[in-house]
């Protein structure tokens, strides 16, 4: 197999692999069961279930149950009924209680002390709305995102996320020099047990701690549980317009880590399908979307039970994922105990969760080319620094990874040349045994081991190349950094595609020049092909995100520039020879 066939495949394999990509995003969307605009369908048991997953019956109880554990007499029973009701079909509302920080505008709502709404204040929603923030958490319309939480056990009354608090305070502001900016919220039971539930904000942080104080005024030991969880829902993604390329796969669902079995998507089928139910030591649960996340994280507490559940199954479904603590806390009469927890919601920035070393880093989700896209995440992030631009980071990033690779793309553009220089030999041969393919390339092979030619030394840089490319696009997909980074003149935003098109028409130009200097194929339909390939990679590119076609645009030119003295070198030796 000669190397044009082998480019030629490689570069089909990477169409399709591109194809497959989109399909099954587009395939994820339109068919889920658990989309607001889908049909539903009931879970269906019969078959396999996802590891940590059990099947459970539907319930329109949306608090989880406490752990079985004994009371204070020894007996063993069950958790008592929650103090107030389920959820109704509406999410209700009180009072609400506004903080804004640095980098948050965030809303608790005095109904159960979830957060319920947050605004992060340094991402607008578009370029041209600066003023207008991205909304994160949301709990009203179809698309719900909150966070809940409260308390569980047997023997007491215990708040949950539907219990009406009371706070002191309706708006909160982060003041200038404070580090951060508390909000309490009260609730007393009928036996006299004191509660207080804190969200603390952070200056420069969209970590946000949680803290239940219970104050144990009753006349017998308190024994409980704690527990957090984010409802989301589900809706159909909006048509930008573009068609089936349109759609870039960026991953939308739910999330846990673990150090037993690490990183694990639960998305939206596996919650409809079975609960999960999973014990674990540490950890953290999460929801995760395009370049943002909300996620719980734990205390110390020494064990938890990571969970998910489904209410509203036959319509417009609500989707809980969460975690809730396993041995009890006991506070003996007269004494007070504080249960902590920690959330973060905010952009998926590498650097602030790498800092809080809790494996967060991981919802930034390269795919299985993970290996090689966070070193060049970091390199490029090291160049940024220095440039303070994403675009002349990435074009350094690309004359870097082109010196890596100079000595193997020196081999080979040497081996094309030589090939090149074949041609006239070769068309001969074509020529000579006319459609005898195998004595035409038994003739072909004693050339090239006469003339020390490797035909695969051509393919083995692009081989290569194409992880790199690969990993690069989940860079540009995923990193949150480049979101709305702007490189120069009509270039705004290199997350997004070119808006007038110069860059992929720039980059099938290159690639239409690479042709240029490579030796043609001797089969027809192959040249046909290869003349082609340009044209589909332009219209390929014309929807990827601009940065991923200015990576490929200056790798190309690059490419030209070096393939172009390495064949003159060859020629002006063998012109003195």
Known sequence: MDFQRLILFGALGMVLLLLWQAWLEHESGQNSPARVSSSLTQPDNSGGVTPGMTTAEPTK???????????????????????????????????????????????????????????LLTYPVTLDQPDEPFILLNDTGVDLFLIQGGLLGSGHEFPNHHTPFKAPARNVRLAPGQDSVA???????????????????????????????????????????????????????????????????????????????????????????????????????????????????????????????????????????????????????GATHTLGARLYVGPKETQRMITADNHLELTVDYGWLTPVSSPLFWIMTYINGVVNNWGVSIILLTLLVKIVFFPLSAASYKS?????????????????????K????????????????????????????????????????????????????????????DPYYVLPVLMGASMFGQQLLNPAPMDPMQQKIMMALPLVFTVFFLWFPSGLVLYWLVNNVLSIAQQWVITRKIQAADSKA
């Open 183 to 333: 909000v309490h919220l009260d609730w007393t039971s009928q036996k006299g047990v004191i509660y207080r539930k804190t969200f603390t904000f952070h200056r420069d942080s969209y970590y946000i701690d949680v803290a239940f104080l219970v104050d144990n005024r009753s006349d017998a030991d308190w024994l409980g549980y704690q527990y957090q969880q984010i409802l989301r829902t589900q809706v159909a993604e909006e048509s930008s317009g573009l068609g089936f390329f349109g759609r870039l796969p960026s991953y939308k669902g739910g999330a846990i880590f673990t150090p037993q079995d690490k990183y694990q998507k639960i998305d939206f089928e596996d919650m409809y399908d079975a609960n999960l139910a999973q014990p674990t030591p540490t950890g953290w649960v999460a929801m995760l979307q395009h370049y943002f996340v909300g996620a719980l994280l734990p205390g110390e507490d020494a064990g938890y039970e990571f969970y998910s559940n489904v209410t509203q199954r036959d319509h417009a479904p609500r989707y809980l994922i969460g975690y809730k603590t396993t041995q009890p806390t006991s506070v003996p009469a």
């Open 416 to 436: 094309m040349a030589r090939m090149k220089k074949m041609q006239p030999r070769m068309k001969t041969l074509k020529e000579r045994f006319g459609d005898d």
């Open 438 to 497: 195998q004595k035409f390339q038994q003739a072909m092979m004693e050339i090239y081991k006469k003339e020390k030619i490797n035909p695969l030394g051509g393919c083995l840089p692009i081989v290569i190349q194409i992880p790199v490319f690969i990993a690069l696009y989940w860079v540009l997909l995923e990193s949150v950094e480049l979101r709305q980074a702007p490189f120069a003149l009509w270039i705004k935003d290199l997350s997004l595609q």
């Open 61 to 119: 109880d949306d608090v989880p149950q406490a752990p079985t554990t004994p009371n204070l007499s020894g007996k063993t029973g069950s958790a008592a009924p929650s103090v107030v009701p389920a959820a109704s079909q509406a999410l209700p509302r009180a009072d609400r209680i506004v903080v804004q920080t640095d980098l948050v505008r965030a809303e608790i709502d005095t109904n159960g002390g979830d957060l319920r709404r947050l605004e």
